[in-house]
């Protein structure tokens, strides 16, 4: 679960800068699905890797 969590996390971090940065240029950011998704796995494997160190 908290893989989960940290997961998230990362994801909703993510969209907040994209947001900010949206709001710095004044524009719309519009990104593809097929970048969006491996974003996503890569987000889930580094909350993964980082509880996996922590319970060592």
């Given amino acids: 679960m908290e893989t989960f969590g940290r997961g998230c996390l990362y994801i909703i971090v993510g969209i907040g800068i994209l947001l900010f940065l949206a709001i710095?240029?004044?524009?719309?950011?519009?990104?593809?699905?097929?970048?969006?998704?491996?974003?996503?796995?890569?987000?889930?494997?580094?909350?993964?890797?980082?509880?996996?160190?922590?319970?060592?």
């Fill in 24 to 56: 710095i240029t004044q524009s719309h950011i519009n990104v593809p699905w097929i970048i969006a998704i491996p974003l996503i796995f890569l987000a889930f494997y580094f909350a993964k890797k980082k509880s996996d160190e922590k319970n060592r």
